[in-house]
């Protein structure tokens, strides 16, 4: 079975651009995670979804940050504009319904490093 | 609020050296624990759990037992291997509807293990 996909796998852009990541949950996951992992900060949960609605998106730094869900398999995370405090490497992770597969086990992506110059 | 905090790394072992690696939580009730590991250039997997007091998850030679009297999950291993180089989090998962789904992690330990 596929895990999770996640694109790009790194971007490179400047101060400024706007910024999209990808994500691809497994197939038959309702809860997706977008978390950001930095070496001072380490990891983050930014926002979640469950059935394709934002739960709780208390993470999400500024209004730059916005992340939609339009359907079951697919899940962008955007940045606009960018800067450089940004820089970080970007995690989707999904997880199966309440009730299936093990409690608590979220499954990630490899995850997307982006550069902000 | 609910948090994790891990000791520091990194973590320079020889090979079939003993391992532990320190994990306290702060949460209301009774969370779940876990322990994920991020092996390089990959996204994190679980690697053990406990969902209540004094229950030992293991895996992999891994073990980590919940106590809940001194709010820890503390991350062992009988004798490490090269392969066992990444870097560990230590997790929760608060009780409660407003906490489905969601995990608490610490900042993680990277532990490097030498031949």
């Known amino acids: 079975d596929a895990g999770v996909i996640q694109s790009p796998r790194h971007e490179v852009t400047e101060m400024g651009q706007e910024v999209t990541l990808r994500c691809k949950p497994i197939?038959?996951?309702?809860?997706l995670f977008w978390y950001r992992q930095t070496m001072m900060r380490g990891l983050e949960l930014l926002i979640y979804?469950?059935?394709?609605?934002?739960?709780?998106d208390s993470g999400m730094p500024e209004d730059r940050f916005s992340a939609k869900m339009p359907n079951a398999s697919f899940s962008t995370l955007k940045i606009q504009p960018s800067e450089p405090r940004d820089s970080a490497v970007y995690f989707c992770?999904?997880?199966?319904?309440?009730?299936?597969?093990?409690?608590?086990?979220?499954?990630f992506g490899e995850g997307s490093r982006l550069t902000v110059l | 609020g609910d948090s994790v905090t891990q000791m520091e790394g990194p973590v320079t072992l020889s090979e079939e050296a003993f391992l532990t690696i320190n994990c306290t939580y702060t949460?209301?009730?009774?969370?779940?624990l876990f322990w994920y590991v991020q092996y390089p250039g990959e996204g994190l997997q679980l690697l053990l759990k406990?969902?209540?007091?004094?229950d030992k998850g293991s895996n992999k030679g891994f073990e980590a037992t919940y106590r809940k009297e001194t709010t820890s999950f503390h991350l062992e291993k009988g004798s490490v291997q090269v392969s066992d180089s990444a870097v560990y989090f230590c997790?929760?998962?608060?009780?409660?509807?407003?906490?489905?789904?969601?995990?608490?992690f610490g900042q993680g330990t990277t532990l490097q293990v030498k031949p």
């Open positions: 992770a999904s997880s199966p319904p309440t009730g299936q597969g093990v409690a608590g086990e979220l499954f």
């Open positions: 979804f469950n059935n394709n609605v934002p739960i709780d």
């Open positions: 949460a209301t009730g009774y969370p779940s």
């Open positions: 997790a929760l998962k608060g009780h409660g509807s407003s906490n489905t789904g969601k995990l608490i």
């Open positions: 406990a969902t209540k007091a004094d």
């Open positions: 197939s038959g996951h309702d809860y």
